[in-house]
C-alpha cells in the first residue's frame, strides 16, 4: 500500500494551486526568450545590412533560410524533447542544454568579434535557431506539465506571458537608453546592449527555474501521425480558421516588427528617437 499512498499524495500534491514563487520562478527564462527574439526581427536585419554592409537582398534572403531551418528543427528537436528523459525529468535538462548553445551564439550574432560574411551569418544564425527551438518548447511544454488543474495551466500561461512582455520592454529600453548617450557607433552599441541583456538574463533565469521548480511525472505525450494530423487539417474547419488566424497574425505582426526602423530611420529620418517610436509602439501594444 505505501504506492498507492505515494501515488495519493502525489495527486493531492498536484491539484494544490502553484504559488507566485513557483510561477515566478518558471516563468522568469522567458524574458530573455522574448528580449533575443525580438532584436532578431527588429534590429538585427538593418545592423547586418547597413552596419556591417551584406546588403538588404542578402540579410533578407538569409534570415529566410533561417526561418525555414526554423521549420525544421521545431518538430525534431520536439520529438527529443518528449522521448529522452533523465533523472531530472523530461523538460530541465533540454533546457540547461540549450543555455551554452544560446550564450555562444547571441555572443556572435550580437556581438560579432571578427569580419562578417554571409557564410558566418548564416552558420550563426542556424546554431542560434536550434538554441531557441530547443530552449522555448521545452519551457513551454514545461508549463503544460506543471499542473494538471484547467485553471492552473491559466495562470502558468498567463505569467509567462506577462514575463514575455517584461523582457520585451526592458530590452525595447536599452536602445533608447543608449542613444540619449550618443555613443561613437550608435547601432553597435544598441544590438549589443541588447546582446548583453540576454548574456547575463539568460543563465540566471534558467538556473533559478530548475533549481526551484520541481517537475511533475506525467506519461509520455502520444505523437499524432502526419497523416492523422493532415487529415485533421483538412476535415476541420475550426481547425482551418484558428490556424490561418494565427499565420495572417504572424504575418502582419512580422512585417511590422522587421519594417519599422527601416521606416523610422530611412524614410521618416527620426534618428535617435526611432527606439523611442519602437518602444511606444510594442507599449501600446
Known amino acids: 500500500m505505501p504506492n498507492a499512498a505515494a501515488s495519493g499524495q502525489a495527486s493531492h500534491d498536484a491539484s494544490r494551486p502553484l504559488s507566485r514563487w513557483t510561477l515566478f520562478a518558471f516563468a522568469l527564462p522567458a524574458a530573455p526568450i522574448s ?20 546588403g538588404l537582398v542578402t540579410v533578407g534572403a538569409i534570415f529566410m533560410l533561417a526561418r525555414f531551418w526554423d521549420v525544421f528543427t521545431d518538430p525534431v528537436l520536439g520529438i527529443l524533447s518528449d522521448r529522452y528523459e533523465t533523472r531530472w525529468g523530461r523538460r530541465r535538462h533540454w533546457i540547461v542544454l540549450s543555455v551554452p548553445i544560446m550564450l555562444l551564439s547571441v555572443y556572435m550574432i550580437f556581438m560579432p568579434p ?38 492552473e495551466r491559466s495562470r502558468v500561461q ?9 523582457g520585451m520592454v526592458f530590452v525595447l529600453t536599452l536602445p533608447v537608453l543608449i542613444e540619449q548617450m550618443n555613443p561613437e557607433n550608435l547601432a553597435q552599441a544598441r544590438v549589443a546592449s541588447m546582446g548583453w541583456f540576454v548574456l547575463i538574463l539568460l543563465p540566471i533565469a534558467v538556473a533559478l527555474a530548475v533549481w526551484r521548480v520541481p517537475e511533475r511525472p506525467t506519461q509520455r505525450p502520444e505523437h499524432v501521425p502526419l497523416k492523422q494530423a493532415v487529415q485533421a487539417l483538412i476535415e476541420s474547419r475550426p481547425l482551418q480558421v484558428v490556424l490561418a488566424a494565427d ?15 527601416f521606416l523610422a530611420e530611412d524614410a521618416l529620418k527620426l534618428g535617435s528617437y526611432s527606439s523611442l517610436m519602437l518602444l511606444g509602439y510594442f507599449i501600446s501594444g
Not at 35 to 54: D, N, Q, R
Not at 129 to 140: D, E, K, N, P
Not at 158 to 166: D, N, P
Open 158 to 166: 498567463g505569467a509567462r506571458e506577462v514575463a514575455l512582455i517584461l
Open 247 to 261: 499565420l495572417l497574425g504572424g504575418v502582419s505582426g512580422g512585417l511590422v516588427a522587421s519594417m519599422f526602423l
Open 35 to 54: 528580449a533575443m527574439g525580438l532584436p532578431l526581427v527588429v534590429h538585427l536585419p538593418p545592423f547586418y545590412a547597413g552596419t556591417l554592409g551584406l
Open 114 to 151: 571578427v569580419a562578417v560574411t554571409a557564410a558566418y551569418l548564416v552558420f550563426w544564425l542556424f546554431v542560434l535557431y536550434v538554441g531557441w527551438t530547443l530552449l522555448t518548447i521545452s519551457h513551454m511544454s514545461w508549463g503544460a506539465e506543471l499542473t494538471p488543474d484547467y485553471h
